[in-house]
């Protein structure tokens, strides 16, 4: 039944457009992400863009055998036209979980997000999330991620892009900071 829905979930979201599929990379980290466009699902407005996003991360620690895996499923909203100078803003709010050795994280951090998009060719995206305490469950006190990127179009829907992120955690074990990337990345991402 899982396949099944999987398939059709995929398969539907291939028909309607302006959704994403993002794949990164630097030294130690791995990330997978997709952004599926709702407005098509929903019949929403023109006004502005819904997204359903989903990411998985893989951070490889200093001790080789421990691997730091965070999973994300969010949602948010971005303007459909950019304004005079190029600029498109958009927020968003995501459920986060992990699990590392004996710390359990979850966190639903809220976050906003701007675009410059000065041509066609290139665009630089910066996000940035927060959970507070109250936001925060489980072994974890807060939550922040920051990232910023440039990307180069190469193809109509395909692009390359490099940047920086920092996703870091703190725990309510003496207060220990679990650090899920502090480094430069690169990737493609394709929009369909």
Known sequence: MKKILYSSLFATTLLLGQNEFK????????????????NNLYNLNNYTNYYFTASYMKTQTEDEDISNRLSTVGFK???????????SFGMGMKAIYSSIEDTDLMAMPLGLHIQYEPNEMFFFALEGYYSPQVLTFMDATNYKSGEFSINYRILRDGYIYAGFRKIIA?????????????NPFFGFRVRF
């Open 23 to 38: 794949l990164n990379i630097n030294n130690k980290t791995l990330e997978i992400a997709g952004d599926v466009y709702l």
């Open 77 to 87: 909203i971005t303007n459909s036209r950019m304004n005079s100078w190029g600029l």
């Open 170 to 182: 703190e725990t309510e074990n003496s207060n220990k900071e679990i650090e899920f990337d502090d």
